[in-house]
């Protein structure tokens, strides 16, 4: 018995679980010259996702209706008739939100479960750490003593980024959505302060006294008011990496945002968006450094692991709800 998730609405605004399909299928599968059968060990929830179950215009083409979902997964090697991989090996890659596929193995890469844990190659280890890693050092060019702010602080991208801050000798400061994420952030992550935007009136205010030195970079998750008000707080020659605007994935009107233009002018500050991917001739570089960080205690991470299949489609939504503490994966 396979199961699968499929894509059945385009979300209106906020996904909602009548959004998924799940269906069942009562097929054997069988493997050709090459391919391998997979069995799904864990699945990544991702922001990101939501924009591709919207019908526009991205860097990746958007998921099809009714078909299957897919994101980054764990899976064990069941049957292998490919030469590189064989029964009983973990894989990461871009798979179906389903419980078994066959994969040609294009695209899969060989995960050591023996060094870390198989979900870390989701978030510290995978995408979220790599997304760190590159917008801070190429993007942001961080140089000791600047202060960095970034928001999303508590989540897997955000608390990666503020950790590799404080290794690099920067002054760091989190925006979280909840007292709990900010205390996190502090006792956990080793950032310098936190504000919890969700109980601060002024967010410009808040941010001038956490950063009395101006901010230097900044490390956007969220974008909207959030971000607006950081901007009243930037330095000359500051730079503001554009990462991820998670506070307008759901907006169905245009939001109206302050112009960021004479900020940029006044502070000969630098604004500039990135995907991951576009970053791929520095991953083993980046990979190696994470590793070897967390390896010396220098770097650490949560993960809210949500149990079951069926969660999959929950777990994705109440990202929406900033319910997780780092990177929120599934494990089947
Ligand atoms: P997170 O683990 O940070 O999870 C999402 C978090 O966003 C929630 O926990 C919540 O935390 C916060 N959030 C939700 N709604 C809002 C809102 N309206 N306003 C402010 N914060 C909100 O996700 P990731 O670390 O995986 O991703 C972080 C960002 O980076 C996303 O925007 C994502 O799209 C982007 N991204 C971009 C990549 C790239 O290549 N450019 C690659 C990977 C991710 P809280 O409780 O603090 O509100």
Redesign the pocket.
Known sequence: MIRTILLKNRPEGKPTPSDFEFVTDDVDLNIDAGELLLETAYVSV???LR?RMSDTKSYVPPFELNKPIQSGVIAKVLESKNEKLKVGDFVSGMLDWKTKQVSSGEGLIKVDGSKAPLSAYLGILG??GL?AYV?LTQIGKPKSGETLVV????????SVVGQIGKILGLTVIG????DE?VQLLKSKFGFDAGIN??TTENMTAAIAEAAPNGVDIYFD??G?P?SDAVLFNINQFARLII?????V?NNTELPKSISVQPFLIKNSALMQ?????NYAEIFPEAIKQLSTWLAEGKLTYTETVVNGFDEIPNAFID??????????VVKI
């Open positions: 991702d922001p990101y924009g995408m979220t997304t917008g928001s999303g602080a508590a989540g897997a991208v955000g925006i979280a959505g909840s994420k935007y969700n998750n969220v909207g959030i990462c991820g605007a998670i506070s994935y968006g990135f995907i991951v991917s990202l929406f709800e900033g319910k997780n503490k780092g990177k929120m």
